[in-house]
């Protein structure tokens, strides 16, 4: 694949419509969480698409007060190099973020698989 050449303004519009199409029930419930968009994963796992990092609402008790908000990071960089097209790009960035927005719900790896999410 030779992949998609996009510039990183219209890469964030992709992004945000992607987030745009979360919807209004669960977006509601996403609390402290920003997202952010970086050329590439961590060094230590170059595959990733996107990252959640954070405390995930399942987890949260009385005590998660005064926190840093939880990051989803979505990696410009791996997803334009596996797409063949625009198309498939808007897809596969709506699919990450849907991933990683759901890992801030408690929803692990298998269960996404399994919601073909993963």
């Known amino acids: 694949m030779a992949g998609v050449d996009l510039a990183r303004g219209p ?7 992607a987030l745009d199409g979360v919807p209004d029930e669960l ?7 920003v997202v952010l968009v970086a050329d ?8 990733l698409l996107g990252l959640y990092e954070g405390v995930p609402l399942t987890e949260r008790d009385s005590s998660y007060t005064f926190r ?6 979505v990696f410009s960089r791996p997803l334009l190099a596996m797409c ?3 198309a498939e ?3 596969q960035v709506r699919i990450t973020v849907v991933h990683e927005i759901a890992h801030h719900f408690g929803i692990d790896d298998d269960r996404l698989r ?3 999410y993963g």
Request: charged letters at 40%.
């Open 68 to 73: 840093e908000p939880d990051r989803i990071t």
């Open 27 to 33: 977006a509601t419930l996403a609390r402290n969480v």
């Open 40 to 47: 590439d994963p961590p060094t230590h796992a170059p595959d």
């Open 84 to 86: 063949a097209d625009e």
């Open 114 to 116: 399994e919601l073909g």
């Open 89 to 91: 790009l808007v897809e």
């Open 11 to 17: 890469f964030e519009r992709l992004v945000d419509d």
